[in-house]
């Protein structure tokens, strides 16, 4: 059966999970979260005791939500607690590394959907103190470390899910429609999570912001209710859009979503390191230096900021190989931190060589690939003249403003590790005159579907976990069928003969289909095969070189793919086009 055109995620889902966040005058304290940039989440509770895995069964994905996961009635996953005692947690490591890491303030999961308070309460015996071996508080620890290592502090807090708890949401396994007459959300509202709340914003000083979590169905009088004591506790207190119903001071985008439109205001992107955000045995998935920068700086060129997490053990320790990647990005950050602390969203598109972040009369060229051209072009703008630097080392580079576009000429290496900033100052006002499409010779040029013009197809917005809460993110073409096409208009800065890549997916219908592909004077058709039975929401792609052709540049050029014979609509879905040089 061919996919069911389902919509974009659905704005109730994002509701659900609280993506949207309110439009409303400045916070107090957003200057301090949009100069901030980078942020460390922990996710540390019981769950790290267990560690995915289960009466010996092993667990793979989100190691958080084991308790559901493997239906553990309360009674027994309360026993984690008994062997909980994390001797190797030591607030000060935690504070330095996340100094160390070039993070500006952490958040710790304070209570997640286990319902385990990690710190001293009166509202519920569940907690730290009172029932495990352990009976320290690590919140109070961590929030002297920060205050004395000048880091930010904040907590996350469940306010719908709680699987401990018969009134909250969440623990369908054990609390059945039976008990539903007598569940009262509201009872755990007023006897858990506002009295919980209220701890967290009076007895650990001054606290940054509040995360909270997946709203799902909560009624808009909980989360005013929510809102309006923070408000009255600690006035400064940043509020996430999870807290839902739009009452958010800023969004938090999906997991692990780095956008491609930014959304106006305060936003962030939460990452894993790996695959899950509480400690698993078993995931050693770590997201290497050069891939977190590469995030960091794409996040930060739009505005955003990166909240990158780490999962400690039960021993309380932070995983080593995830710590030792961590101290390196803040190595890097070290030598070009000015290029991302309190810069503003790029006034320039990302490029094949990477994006920019700005400050007034500067522009900071990150350079995610390098190009073995001798040089890059900020193309598309004009200014009155420039000077050009590598940021970390301050060698001058030789650059000039041609028709083109700012032309910045490069040593054959890169001269920083994992990604080059380049420092350029800038004479005069920077004006973009074309926002176009650029291709750029000697570097591998990607044109994404949002970009694309579209005829007898759509766009389409699809989030999909990957192992279980893993979750991944990409907008597509879809509804593609014979006659259907997608073109993408740019500038060529030159010529090239280069492979063109193209990722897709296609389900056994649609086995054997056939594109066409068009760019300048060159046309030919290709098969495309069944990538495996993705559905909707789960795309399996394939990246499969199509070909060779040259790309006669330098001026404007159209690259289009036609459906010629597609054997079902909407059963083959395109994501991405890549022309690389053929080296
Ligand atoms: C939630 C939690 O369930 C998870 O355990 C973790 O704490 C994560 C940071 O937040 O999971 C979500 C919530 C929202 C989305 C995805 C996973 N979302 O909006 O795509």
Not at 103 to 129: P, Q
Not at 351 to 367: C, E, M, N, Y
């Amino acid at each position: 059966m061919p996919r069911k055109s389902s919509p974009e995620k659905p704005s109730e889902m994002n509701d659900l999970w609280g993506a949207n966040a309110g439009s409303r005058g400045e916070h107090p304290r957003a200057a301090w979260f949009r100069a901030s940039k980078y942020a460390m989440f922990i996710h540390w509770g019981l769950y790290a005791q267990a560690a995915n895995v289960w009466l010996g069964k092993n667990w793979h994905g989100i190691a958080e939500w084991l308790m559901r996961r493997a239906k553990i009635p309360v009674r027994e996953y309360e026993m984690l607690a008994g062997s909980f005692n994390p001797q190797g947690f030591n607030a000060e490591e935690w504070a330095l590394l996340a100094k160390a890491a070039g993070m500006r303030y952490l958040v710790l999961t304070a209570k997640h959907h286990e319902g385990f308070a990690m710190f001293k309460s009166k509202a519920s015996a569940y907690n730290i103190v009172d029932a495990t071996p352990f009976r320290r508080d690590p919140i109070a620890e961590l929030a002297a470390a920060c205050r004395k290592h000048g880091l930010g502090l904040g907590f996350y807090y469940s306010q719908f899910l709680d699987w401990h708890e018969k009134d909250a949401a969440g623990n369908d396994w054990e609390f059945g429609p039976a008990d539903a007459p007598e569940r009262n959300f509201d009872r755990y509202l007023q006897t858990k999570a506002l009295p919980q709340i209220t701890e967290l914003l009076t007895n650990y000083g001054e606290v940054a912001l509040i995360w909270f979590d997946t709203p799902g169905t909560i009624s808009r009088a909980a989360c005013k209710s929510l809102q309006a004591l923070i408000r009255k506790l600690q006035p400064n207190c940043l509020i996430n859009s999870r807290i839902g119903n739009g009452l958010g001071d800023y969004s938090s985008l999906g997991d692990q979503e780095i956008p491609v439109h930014p959304p106006e205001g305060l936003w962030e992107t939460v990452d894993t390191h790996n695959d899950t955000w509480a400690y698993s045995r078993h995931d050693h998935h770590w997201k290497g230096p050069r891939e977190l920068v590469s995030r960091l700086c794409r996040v930060v060129s739009q505005g955003g900021t990166y909240m990158l997490n780490v999962g400690p053990t039960g021993e309380g320790r932070i995983p080593e190989a995830s710590a030792e990647i961590l101290r390196r990005v803040g190595v890097w950050l070290g030598r070009n931190g000015d290029a991302i602390y309190g810069t503003t969203r790029s006034p320039i598109a990302a490029q094949a060589w990477g994006v920019a972040t700005s400050k007034p009369g500067r522009l900071f060229l990150h350079l995610l690939e390098w190009p073995h051209s001798g040089r890059i072009v900020v193309p598309g703008v004009k200014v009155a003249g420039v000077q050009a630097t590598v940021l970390a080392t301050g060698d001058t580079l030789a650059a000039e403003v041609m028709d083109a576009g700012i032309v910045v000429h490069l040593p054959s290496v890169a001269p920083e590790s994992p990604t080059t900033v380049i420092a350029l100052e800038l004479s005069g006002k920077l004006e973009v005159i074309d926002r176009g499409h650029f291709f750029h010779p000697g570097l591998p040029n990607l044109f994404h579907a949002p970009f694309a013009g579209l005829a007898g197809c759509k766009r389409a917005k699809r989030q999909w976990m990957e192992k279980f809460g893993d979750w991944h993110h990409a907008e597509m073409i879809e509804g593609f069928a014979t006659g259907s096409s997608a073109c993408w208009n740019f500038t060529a800065l030159g010529g090239e003969l280069c492979n063109v890549f193209l990722q897709y997916d296609c389900l056994p219908e649609a086995d054997g289909s056939e594109l066409e592909l068009s760019l300048g004077d060159v046309r030919w058709a290709f098969p495309v095969q069944c990538t495996g039975n993705g559905h909707a929401n789960r795309p399996r792609f394939r990246r499969e070189c199509l070909g060779v052709v040259p790309v006669q540049g330098p001026g404007p050029l159209v690259l289009k793919l036609t459906g010629t014979d597609i054997k079902c609509t909407n059963a083959v879905r395109l994501e991405t086009v890549w022309l690389e040089p053929v080296g």
